[in-house]
């Protein structure tokens, strides 16, 4: 379900909300919850917004994920590339420990670009 209030488009599923919107010229994404196989339809769908508002940065707002697995890291290889290909760039923002640990689990630590809050407006 998608509804948009303040500008915002809003994506929620059972365990799992996320928004997109456009700030300071960049396209902010916040995910909340579990990222998992349930969570794919609305991250694909949330990609295809953020895709949509043609920024130059699409920022991953991590912070609020609880829980993520091997789909949330294929998703975010596929966005990365996705973006990138639009010409774009994807940056994760204060990764919450859970993805922290896939990331370094996995080894997709060191192919995006993380920052934590501070570092980042």
């Known amino acids: 379900m998608a509804f948009v209030n303040d500008g915002r488009t809003w994506v929620d599923g059972a365990a799992f909300a996320c928004s997109v919107s456009r700030r300071d010229g960049h396209c902010a994404v ?4 579990e990222l998992d196989v349930a969570a794919k339809p609305t991250l694909d769908q ?3 917004a953020a895709l949509e508002l043609e920024a130059p940065e ?18 975010l290889l596929a966005a990365d590339r996705r973006i990138r290909t639009a ?12 993805v922290r640990q896939l990331l370094r689990l996995t080894g997709v630590d060191g192919l995006l670009p993380a920052v934590e809050r501070g570092s980042r407006p």
Not at 30 to 33: A, I, N, R, S, T
Not at 58 to 75: M, Y
């Open 46 to 48: 949330a990609l295809e």
């Open 87 to 98: 010409g774009g760039q994807l940056r994760l923002v204060d990764c919450s420990p859970a």
């Open 30 to 33: 916040q995910l909340e919850g």
């Open 58 to 75: 699409v920022a991953l707002d991590l912070k609020g994920v609880t829980f993520a697995d091997s789909t949330a890291v294929a998703w």
